[in-house]
């Protein structure tokens, strides 16, 4: 968070125009709205694939474009050089927080993206045990005079402790990304034919909305997934009490495996149209795929669910 405060609040002033995709991260949607209205910019929601239906820009100031992919929680994808063009014509500087998929899977200033953000807090360090997050550009003088600034007289530095084992927890990221992609890739099959389960949003499934872009843009689907149980909010609350090896928590990235519902969590307070709007339903499940045996993830999964099935 304080990765897109640093960035966000060196640049946004009343003059400019911020275009964003709906359904971000809860907390950066929270944040924009909070400096909204402090700042007084405009706010533009919109569907990030279609920039032609943003039509033309017309902003006293500067235009930006932030947004996630794959995004939280229906793992949606946005076509970076498709964005990255669009905001070239029409001089827009491009934000992607790139948590979901960390540097091994997809990076975008590759695709002509200006400023890249990640929270270290989950793959990066990838064990739970720290706090921070990362700024990446090529716009090194901006980086330098600009952001560097603000970071520094706002005290956004991570602490040292959490920089030291972020740089430990760094050193395996290639190793725990492959093997989390390879276990998400069968949980995701898995859950796909499974009678309890409605629908599974993976990358990695032909099925999925976004499996085209993620092919073209991401190395490998990532392990982050969501699917529906059959039997909305009370199927998903004994889904998740059922777990007797993944964890319910709000956070993700970890070498366990995670659990969120967000209807219960991480959305409670959303308007319910709101969430079902972004596909968050009652019966919804986030599911973050760790490096455990696959095996000892889907057996959880599977007696889990058994309750879901039998009853
Ligand atoms: C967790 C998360 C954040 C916030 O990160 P913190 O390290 O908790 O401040 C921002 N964006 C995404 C996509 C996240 O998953």
């Not at 533009?44 to 694939?49: E, G, H, P, R, S």
């Not at 040292?160 to 050193?171: A, E, N, R, S, Y």
């Not at 490998?220 to 993944?246: H, N, P, Q, V, W």
């Amino acid at each position: 968070m304080s990765a897109i405060h640093c960035t966000l609040s060196t640049f946004l002033t009343s003059e400019d125009l911020l275009i964003a995709q709906g359904n971000l991260y809860g907390g950066t949607t929270e944040y924009i709205q909070e400096i909204k209205e402090k700042i007084g910019f405009k706010l533009l929601k919109a569907d990030l694939n279609k920039p032609d239906e943003i039509g033309t820009v017309h902003s006293n100031g500067e235009t930006y474009i932030f947004g996630e992919t794959p995004s939280n929680p229906d793992l949606q994808c946005i076509d970076l050089q498709g964005l990255a063009s669009w905001a070239d014509m029409n001089n827009a500087t491009t934000i992607i927080d790139n948590t979901f998929a960390t540097p091994i899977l997809q990076r975008p200033l590759e695709f002509g993206i200006d400023y890249v953000i990640h929270s270290t807090t989950k793959y990066l360090n990838g064990h739970g045990n720290a706090l921070g997050g990362a700024i990446v550009t090529c716009h090194k003088q901006l980086l330098h005079e600009k952001i560097w600034k603000t970071l520094k007289l706002n005290g956004l530095q991570a602490n040292p402790f959490d920089v030291f084992l972020c740089t430990q927890g760094i050193k395996t990221l290639a190793l725990r990304m492959n093997r989390a992609c390879a276990n998400a890739t069968r949980i995701a099959t898995f859950l796909n034919k499974h009678e309890a389960v409605n629908r599974v949003n993976y990358p990695g499934l032909k099925s999925h909305k976004s499996h085209n872009i993620a092919q073209k843009q991401m190395n490998d689907y990532g392990a982050m997934m969501s699917f529906e149980c059959i039997g909305g909010y009370d199927a998903a609350k004994r889904f998740t009490s059922e777990l007797e090896m993944i964890s319910i928590t709000p956070t993700l990235g970890n070498l366990d495996s995670l659990v969120l519902h967000p209807a219960s969590m991480s959305h409670i307070n959303v308007d319910r149209e709101d969430r079902l709007k972004h596909g968050i339903t009652d019966g919804l499940i986030r599911l973050s795929v760790g490096i455990e045996k696959v095996e000892d993830i889907m057996d959880d999964i599977k007696s889990a669910l058994f309750m879901n099935t039998s009853s």
